[in-house]
């Protein structure tokens, strides 16, 4: 587990829209803190690597704003979404994150995000988001109120989602990410802080679902679910 890490405090930072930012590449989370840091509006005072510490690092610091990404290791975000609004009504959620499906934009919304931002918006884009959520508005990327209007419309014509789009659970998705990025049960169910046992049994479901029955087929479709990213050509 990374852990968490808060910056220093300025005064300054009272008048700004002070954030979090957890995501479990540390890459990205030093992209979007330069971002935040670059206006002159924002103030980042912390990051943490997975959804605990971020939540508590929002205990400890009550921000204005939450940057959550959703597949992060241990602790669903999801779960730590409904902590934070439970707990500091004060601080809005926003989820950063490369997933477009309604599922996880419906998990996100009853979790109490004010913000489902895709992780490819462009700076200026993302920045005026964040202000929007500040500001008591709610923003979604034009990309995911597409979808979610094209779905709408395709549900009032009555045309059918087959099975295998529409039917894991978000637990199931997130073993299906592990095992199909090349952990094993062991290090899956650690990953994610359950029992070798219950990833198994996620494991049998989600191949019985989608009517998988090796490696390779088990990834493939999780990439046509777009739950694992396209490898990137060398």
């Known amino acids: 587990m990374l852990s968490a890490k808060a910056g220093p405090f300025h005064p300054e930072d009272a008048e700004r829209i002070r954030c979090v930012i957890a995501d479990d590449h540390e890459m990205l989370r030093y992209g979007v803190r330069r971002l935040l840091e670059d206006a002159p509006d924002f103030a980042v005072v912390g990051e943490a690597g997975d959804a605990a510490e971020a939540l508590k690092l929002v205990l400890e610091h ?28 004060g601080t809005r959620i926003v989820y950063l994150t490369m997933h477009e499906d309604r599922e996880y934009v419906q998990q996100a919304m009853r979790s109490g995000a004010s913000g489902y931002l895709l992780k490819d918006t462009p700076a200026p884009l993302l920045l005026r988001a964040l202000r929007e959520v500040n500001s008591g508005q709610r923003s979604l990327s034009p ?37 199909a990025e090349g952990n094993t049960v062991k ?31 088990l990834v493939t479709v999780a990439i046509q679910k777009k739950i694992l990213p396209l490898p990137v050509p060398i």
């Open 62 to 89: 009550r921000p204005n704003l939450v940057l959550l990404d959703i597949s992060m290791p241990g602790m669903s975000s999801f779960e730590a979404g409904r902590l934070i609004e439970e707990h500091c009504t």
């Open 143 to 179: 990309q995911v109120e597409t979808r979610l209007r094209e779905e709408a419309s395709q549900r009032k014509q009555a045309v059918r989602v087959p099975l295998r789009r529409s039917t894991l659970t978000l637990r199931e998705r997130e073993v299906m990410k592990l095992l």
């Open 187 to 217: 290090k899956a169910a650690a990953l994610l802080g359950v029992s070798v046992k219950t990833v198994e049994a996620h494991k049998f479901n989600l191949m019985r679902k989608l009517d998988i029955h090796n490696k390779a087929q």
